[in-house]
């Protein structure tokens, strides 16, 4: 068994999957998002969406709001409801053991419309679940009572909740503990009771509940869950994700389950690859009606999972079929056996998961209250995608029609890092078009809702609202990065030459949501091509950047008409970019060149020239301007256009790049010209194999075309000239002290010589008291002296 496992678990470390396409970080320029908050607001853990797309109601912390979100570029709140426990509420909340910050305000679970006038809210409300209707015009509690088992006591558990024709259909917990589940209908019509499930016997195990669906053909409404599959004998407790069934009007039997289902029943839902173990935790499930006027069976369940038994993130998408979870439940069930407390295969029995058993005989409805869980398990309709390195928590799907007529599900995918993931599934498998950051600091608690209407996406975390339109097209500035994107929200316009939404009309559109890209219909244009000037003098280090079209590209650089750059030349950086010294051999025409998907374009164009000093100025300044570069000739003359892109790292590199020979150790100051004509002071530290690590530190922002006079640089820029001047002059000054050092020794040595001539017989070792020394002048020109003993 330990064996298989492993096995399994080495299979499934191979899976791969290319990274998103393009990455846009919080607050992005290029992908501007609407974020919403108030300083006292906080939490927004329910999300409802008006039938007109145009009023998003929210469920916060102590408090309900109503935002305008009529204007795709803007939020705006309408009018907010304060809800919050009275102080002695607190007080007896965090008495019961309970952090009064974190755990006794009032976190909003439940917020549905009741009807166009009022909604219906419910809330943790210090541990002890109420409820509220609040009027809609107004934003004013219009009544609030306790309301247990309506949600849970604990502002994190999660829960789900529906009103169907202003009935409330709830799956919660209902003790302060959260250790009794509960499936219940409140607000019942036309006399009939409240219904809840019957607790003789143990229906759920420990279930976390997700979502609730409606299927309205055969008015049942299903609940997806976790809970421990107890069916099973395991070392570990398993769990199984599930989904639930109870019919909308069941009002329970006449004496057995009275007020109690009596259409309970459960099937396991199966998310799995062959020979795989399966992703056995439901996080997330989203139902996808089909369109407007299809037949309900049509209707798709967006189901994302993980793994127990993962050892490293990883997720997975299942969809299923609301016709596979009604012949589920149309099938054989197990029965629970008293004695030995396990589900054994039952006799098919027509009555069991049906609905109208309010008068069925004490024996059908005793066999009912045994066997509840299917004997097949649903399987997914369409293939797995499986996401590596990926554990998504959220999701929201919508449906748009490509320009060739080809239906598409889009995928919006949210990571717990806050990265909000959008996939399509292709062909080949699933294709992560953009990753869009939407929050920094992980959260338990969030929450989605999509308007396919005005094609925004509202996700609700701890610091806010978020509006994420669906696609920003104009992002992608060429026809050719229009095509990769394989967006089906976004087709090239040859009429307007922009990347444009499809707004119904794609008569001028070209779109390649699949298939090959090269041969398309995209006109060669150099319009959207960077090209720049890079001025620099002898020695100075360069930087060329060629920012990456996308995370898929590969980048290539060539020089000065050569089709790669020659061996002798620095290799390109991690980063994509091109650092070397300034010499007359590296001085001409740089191009940078993306590849993707077998399509070439070129992305920026350099031309590196020398700087000249006015003492060697070739020709005057103004001719030296309208003159041509060297290598201008060679930059050559290919078409394929690229935008400034977003930049990102690369993700292949052939080298870091050769340095000078003649770097001596120790930190040196270098002056660096980079692409765009910044210069940078970059202090290179020498190591002991040679190598050197550079930090580059802003200094001075200059045009790069005013290098080539001099005279209008920046008095920071060091002027070589004058430094040769100081050093000739000290030069000079050492000189002289040394012609006067030894002039002064040679007059001492006379000086002594002449002292020894003085001395006689009849002196008898008397010596003369005085010596004169005489045309001793010092470096300042003073005085003769005299030094007298």
């Known amino acids: 068994m330990a064996s298989s496992v492993l096995l399994l678990l080495l299979l499934d470390s191979t899976?791969?999957?290319?990274?998103?396409?393009?990455?846009?970080?919080?607050?992005?320029?290029?992908r501007p998002l609407n974020h919403f908050s108030l300083p006292d607001v906080s939490n927004t853990t329910a999300l409802l969406l008006s039938n007109d797309a145009s009023t998003l109601y929210v469920g916060a912390r102590n408090a309900i709001l109503s935002l305008d979100v009529s204007q795709s570029d803007v939020i705006q709140l309408n009018k907010q409801v304060t809800w919050s426990p009275s102080e002695a509420e607190m007080e007896s909340c965090a008495g019961k053991g309970k952090n009064r910050q974190l755990d006794c305000p009032n976190f909003v679970h439940v917020i549905e419309a009741v009807n166009s006038s009022h909604l219906y809210a419910c809330g943790s409300f210090a541990y002890n679940p109420h409820q509220a209707f609040i009027d809609i015009r107004s934003m004013s509690v219009v009544h609030q009572a306790e309301a247990r088992a309506h949600c849970p006591y604990n502002p994190v558990e999660r829960s789900s909740a529906v009103i169907i024709d202003e009935e409330l259909f709830t799956a919660s917990t209902t003790d302060f503990k959260g250790r009794t589940p509960q499936i219940s209908r409140f607000l019942s019509k036309d006399g009939r009771p409240d219904v809840n499930l019957d607790s003789s016997v143990s229906r759920l195990e420990e279930p976390t509940f997700v979502s609730s669906s409606l299927d309205p053909a055969e008015k049942k409404l299903h609940i997806f869950f976790n809970e421990v599959g107890k069916e099973f004998n395991f070392v570990r407790q398993l769990q199984i994700p599930r989904v639930a069934q109870v019919c909308k009007d069941d009002v329970g039997g006449q004496r057995t389950?009275?007020?109690?289902?009596?259409?309970?029943?459960?099937?396991?839902?199966?998310?799995?690859l062959p020979k795989q173990l399966p992703f056995n935790i439901l996080e997330d499930m989203f139902t996808l009606q089909p369109p407007e006027g299809a037949d309900t069976s049509e209707t798709l369940f967006y189901g994302v999972f993980t793994s127990q038994w993962s050892i490293r993130p990883e997720s997975a998408v299942c969809i299923f079929k609301l016709t596979d979870i009604r012949n589920a439940f149309s099938g054989s069930f197990k029965t629970l056996e008293k004695e030995t407390y396990q589900l054994k295969l039952s006799q098919r029995r027509d009555y069991l998961g049906k609905c109208g058993l309010s008068n069925a005989s004490d024996a059908e409805l005793s066999e009912v209250k045994k066997s509840f869980l299917t004997n097949e398990d649903i399987h997914p309709a369409e293939k797995v995608l499986v996401f590596p390195e990926q554990k998504y928590s959220r999701m929201v799907v919508m449906t748009t029609q490509a320009a060739n007529g080809k239906q598409f599900n889009i995928l919006f995918l949210l990571t717990e890092s806050g990265f909000l993931h959008k996939v399509v599934s292709l062909d080949q498998g699933p294709r992560v078009i953009e990753e869009i950051q939407v929050f920094k600091e992980p959260q338990q608690v969030k929450s989605m809702i999509i308007s396919s209407s005005k094609r925004v996406l509202y996700v609700g975390t701890s610091e806010g609202v978020t509006a994420v339109p669906v696609a920003r097209c104009s992002v992608y500035r060429s026809c050719s990065q229009c095509l990769l994107a394989r967006d089906p929200l976004c087709g090239w316009s040859q009429t307007r030459r922009t990347c444009t939404a499809l707004d119904g009309s794609s008569a001028d559109i070209i779109q390649k949501v699949e298939g090959d890209i090269v041969g398309t219909e995209c006109q060669p244009s150099d319009e959207h091509v960077m090209k720049r000037e890079v001025v620099v003098r002898l020695n100075e280090l360069v930087k060329l950047d060629c920012p990456k079209p996308s995370n898929l590209a590969t980048l290539s650089w060539s020089f000065s008409g050569t089709k790669a750059l020659p061996s002798e030349f620095p290799q390109m950086r991690a980063d994509g970019s091109l650092m070397f010294f300034a010499s007359p051999t590296r001085f001409g025409g740089y191009r940078c060149q993306a590849k993707e998907d077998g399509l070439r374009e070129l992305v920026v164009i350099y031309t590196v020239r020398e700087a000249y000093s006015p003492?060697?100025?070739?020709?005057?300044?103004?001719?030296?301007?309208?003159?041509?570069?060297?290598?201008?000739?060679?930059?050559g003359t290919e078409e394929p256009t690229v935008s400034d892109g977003h930049k990102n790292e690369a993700t292949t590199t052939d080298g870091e790049g050769s340095e000078p020979k003649n770097i001596h150790k120790g930190d040196i100051e270098e002056r660096v010209t980079v692409a765009k004509g910044e210069t940078f002071s970059r202090k290179t530290h020498s190591t002991q194999d040679g190598s050197g690590s550079e930090e580059p530190a802003p200094t001075s922002r200059t045009d790069s075309r005013s290098m080539l006079n001099p005279s209008q640089s920046t008095p920071n820029q060091r002027s070589y000239y004058s430094e040769l001047v100081v050093v000739t002059f000290l030069l000079v000054v050492c000189l002289l002290v040394l012609a006067l050092g030894f002039l002064w020794i040679w007059k001492q040595k006379k000086a002594v010589s002449r002292g020894n001539g003085m001395f006689s017989p009849e002196d008898k070792g008397r010596t003369n008291t005085c010596i004169q020394v005489s045309e001793l002048t010092t470096l300042e020109g003073g005085p003769d002296q005299t030094i007298t003993q």
């Not at 389950?257 to 799995?272: D, E, H, I, N, R």
């Not at 301007?625 to 060679?634: I, K, R, T, V, W």
């Open 257 to 272: 389950l009275q007020k109690k289902w009596t259409s309970f029943a459960k099937s396991s839902l199966l998310c799995q």
């Open 615 to 635: 003492r060697h100025l070739p020709k005057p300044v103004t001719e030296t301007l309208a003159s041509q570069s060297p290598g201008d000739e060679n930059i």
């Open 15 to 30: 899976r791969s999957l290319p990274p998103p396409r393009i990455s846009f970080l919080l607050n992005s320029t290029d």
